[in-house]
């Protein structure tokens, strides 16, 4: 049954929320004067959808005033357009989303978000044949086990033994404009292997590519993978770890690992519904900062309780000792490879649900680097773009507000920040090339495979 609160609950609701002192702060008394109180939130079935999952079930939105359903979608496209029609909301968003269609990449639509959902949280996943043969080409430690990160150079002997036996090398990513396409293509890059330019006519990705990207749903990776359609691909949480208890694949590298504590999914809202509904829009920031607080407070105490919300059918549907695999601070690569990655999915510490600047830039650098931006852009344009889809305004007030009710410290918070993060340096960053998100065109003259600042697609 999809979540929902029925509206005949309502007062019934809110007059326990009022006088039940155990339950709220006196401050809360002052509830949001919301301007839409019932709403529909869209969301994909991935653990990074914890925090609506989280703030439904914990009452966060009721505190809030709101009466929310929760309903999974069959994929992002779906979940972008309905967004865009009013159908939903609000939803859980691939962070590339809200910018690809500011900026009229795909449909076009002025999308927000004002709301980080999660840092990394994703894996790429080979087949067991792929890794048998990247196996020699990876060093072992000393207690046999492969040392990780992995690097793509591992796979680049094999991709040039399935060109030399005239067979394509398939993986799978989620969408032409999710982090996983870009973290895959960063992968590949990083290693000498060209992931394909997207052209002006044809859209595919594949154009010069040494290894051939596509489109598939996240639920349906380890299908398609077993069927031996793709022979890797990158996706988030469960499926990762889901071809590790099915037996087919191995996931050889996390994103923790190709950019420590990157960035990922994103609450995504049209500008329409977010100017037409302030306090709304107020409310369920405040009702999702809580969630995540939740999520990794006491050192992750919450996580066993966050993994059996998430294995309902509602929410991800998935065993709970496959969620649990990577959500309780470790990740599972050869079966019985189980490491300690306690950073793999964080919702919180790091200030991870501030929507920063930088993060929105280095999507669009990637956007670029591939020709999905096919010309290009001053500085200042990356700036713009970024302040007109990130709104850190409204998260800090929303965030200043939990602060006064008791829910939240101001250590929490990055009250003075300009937007953008300190540069990542070249130790975190699976290349070795450092992020400055105030420098976008320097930081793409630096990476060694992409376009260059006057470059353009050919043969597109």
């Known amino acids: 049954m999809t979540p929902t609160r029925k509206r005949s609950f309502k007062s019934a609701c809110i007059a326990g929320l009022l006088v039940g002192s155990s339950l709220v702060s006196p401050a809360m008394a002052e509830m949001l004067d919301v301007e839409k109180d019932e709403l529909k939130l869209g969301f994909i079935k991935l653990t990074d959808m914890a925090p609506l999952a989280v703030a439904y079930e914990l009452g966060y939105f009721e505190e809030e005033g709101l009466f929310v359903t929760l309903e999974p979608q069959a994929n992002w496209k779906v979940l972008l ?151 890797g691909y990158c996706v988030g949480e469960p499926w990762n770890q889901q071809a590790v208890f099915k037996g087919i694949g191995v996931p050889v590298v996390t994103d923790y690992e190709i950019w420590k504590n990157n960035p990922e999914k994103v609450f995504g809202l049209s500008k329409a519904f977010v100017d037409a509904n302030p306090n709304t829009t107020l409310a369920l920031t405040k009702a999702l900062i809580r969630a995540a607080k939740w999520l990794d407070e006491n050192n992750n105490a919450n996580r066993a309780e966050a993994v059996e919300i998430l294995s309902r059918s509602e929410y991800v549907g998935a065993d709970y000792e496959v969620i649990a695999n990577s959500m309780t601070g470790t990740f599972e690569y050869e079966k019985g ?119 353009v697609v050919s043969g597109s």
Request: hydrophobic share 35%.
């Open 81 to 231: 357009d309905r967004v865009i029609t009013g159908e939903l909301d609000g939803a859980h968003m691939l962070a590339g989303q809200p910018l690809a269609a500011t900026i009229g990449y795909g449909t076009k639509a002025h999308i927000v978000t004002p709301f980080s959902m999660d840092l990394n949280g994703n894996g790429i996943t080979v087949s067991n044949e792929v890794w048998d043969m990247m196996k020699p080409h990876i060093p072992s430690g000393p207690d046999g086990k492969p040392v990780h990160p992995i690097k793509a150079d591992a796979l680049k002997p094999v991709i040039e033994h399935f060109k030399a036996e005239g067979k394509p090398f398939n993986m799978g990513m989620v969408f032409p404009v999710s982090t996983h396409n870009y973290e895959l293509r960063y992968w590949l890059a990083a290693g000498g292997i060209h992931p394909g330019f997207y052209g002006e006519t044809d859209v595919s990705g594949q154009l010069q590519a040494d290894a051939l990207l596509s489109v598939t749903p996240p639920p349906q990776m380890p299908s398609t993978l077993e069927a031996g359609t793709i022979n």
């Open 337 to 455: 490879d189980q490491r300690a990655v306690p950073d793999f999915n964080v919702f919180y510490r790091y200030y991870a649900t501030y929507p920063y600047y930088s993060d929105a830039v280095w999507y669009l650098t990637q956007m670029r680097r591939w020709g999905q931006i096919a010309q290009f852009k001053p500085d200042s344009w990356y700036d713009e773009t970024a302040r007109s889809v990130y709104r850190p305004d409204i998260y800090i007030k929303a965030a200043g507000m939990l602060l006064e009710e008791g829910h939240v410290a101001e250590e929490e918070f990055p009250w003075g920040s300009d937007g953008y993060k300190a540069p990542t340096p070249a130790a975190d960053i699976i290349d070795g090339v450092p992020y400055d998100g105030k420098t976008p065109n320097a930081y793409l003259e630096s990476l060694s495979i992409g376009l260059k600042s006057g470059e």
